[in-house]
């Protein structure tokens, strides 16, 4: 079954348009995208790598919200799918939203501990979680192992914390 997926205009406003994942996006409308910094009580933040046949990459939790999700609700699924964590019971922070010309984007904050050893990874999705300072991920930033753009998430979200 094809997912379908709700379309928002630049203001971040549902358009009542959808499209199916990998389908062209007319010009003027834009998927949305949410993520979420899982923040432990040791201030290190939750990275995920994907499966090398997703590209293997380190990143954020995070996803498209099915068709008839709020962007809230999204991520709760997104985090359930990929971690097998409920965290709708959690407090959870926007932080930044906004549209980049390509999608429209919603971060997202939580603080909780979690077990890594417990969490039950979507095992055709992802390879490996971990938990990892600000220092850490700037480091493998200057090694080439991170791109700059997921530290960056990273920055912006502890610069809010900080307000």
Not at 13 to 31: Q, R, V
Not at 46 to 51: E, I
Not at 77 to 92: A, F, R, Y
Request: proline share 2%; hydrophobic share 35%.
């Amino acid at each position: 079954m094809r997912e379908e997926r709700d379309l928002y205009n630049n203001q971040l406003e549902l358009t009542g348009k959808t499209y199916f994942k990998g389908d062209e996006i007319p010009d003027g409308y834009f998927p949305m995208v949410v993520m979420i910094a899982i923040q432990n009580s040791n201030g290190e933040f939750l990275m995920q790598k994907r499966v090398e046949s997703k590209g293997g990459d380190w990143g954020v939790t995070g996803g498209h919200p099915k068709h008839g999700e709020t962007p809230e609700q999204g991520i709760i699924t997104e985090v359930k799918e990929e971690l097998g964590i409920d965290i709708s019971n959690q407090k959870i922070i926007e932080f930044e939203r906004g549209c980049d010309g390509k999608d429209c984007y919603i971060m997202y904050y939580t603080k909780m501990n979690l077990d890594i050893d417990k969490l039950i990874i979507q095992l055709d999705e992802l390879s490996e979680v971990r938990w990892f300072s600000i220092e850490k991920l700037q480091q493998m930033v200057d090694t080439g192992e991170l791109n700059k753009d997921q530290v960056e998430f990273f920055i912006k979200c502890v610069e809010f914390l900080k307000n």
